[in-house]
């Protein structure tokens, strides 16, 4: 069992920059793939990036590429992610996730086990 708790959503402006973190509990952190989706309203939830068990590996999402940097600290359960050069399509609520079954990088909703609550990005113009 992973319980997932995100937080450093907020307010800011296109151009922008925040972190989000994901801190997890459970001592099985670091065998875990880990990722980060969004959903903006009133569309289905989408991938945004991976992270293999050991950090090794990243995915991303095109929409994020070279804007967003996933990274995790196996030491202090916690993962996460760095967005830069926000844009207003950023907006969304952003959830981290876990999966521990499934070959790297696992890009569907369906494919993680663990969710967080959530937190919210708003980039405004």
């Known amino acids: 069992q992973v319980q997932l708790v995100e937080s450093g959503g907020g307010l800011v402006q296109a151009g922008g920059s925040l972190r989000l973190s994901c801190a997890a509990s459970?001592?099985?952190?670091?065998?875990?793939?880990m990722a980060w989706f969004r959903q903006a309203a009133g569309k289905e939830r989408e991938f945004v990036a991976a992270?293999?068990?050991?950090?090794?590996?990243?995915y991303y999402a095109d929409s994020v590429k070279g804007r967003f940097t996933v990274s995790r600290a196996n030491a202090r359960n916690t993962v996460y992610l760095h967005m830069n050069s926000l844009k207003e399509e950023d907006t969304a609520v952003y959830y981290c996730?876990?999966?521990?079954?499934?070959?790297?990088?696992?890009?569907?909703?369906?494919?993680?086990?663990?969710w967080g609550q959530g937190t919210q990005v708003t980039v405004s113009s």
């Open positions: 996730a876990a999966d521990g079954r499934l070959p790297f990088p696992p890009v569907t909703v369906e494919a993680y086990d663990y």
């Open positions: 992270i293999s068990w050991s950090g090794g590996r990243t």
């Open positions: 459970g001592r099985t952190f670091s065998s875990y793939t």
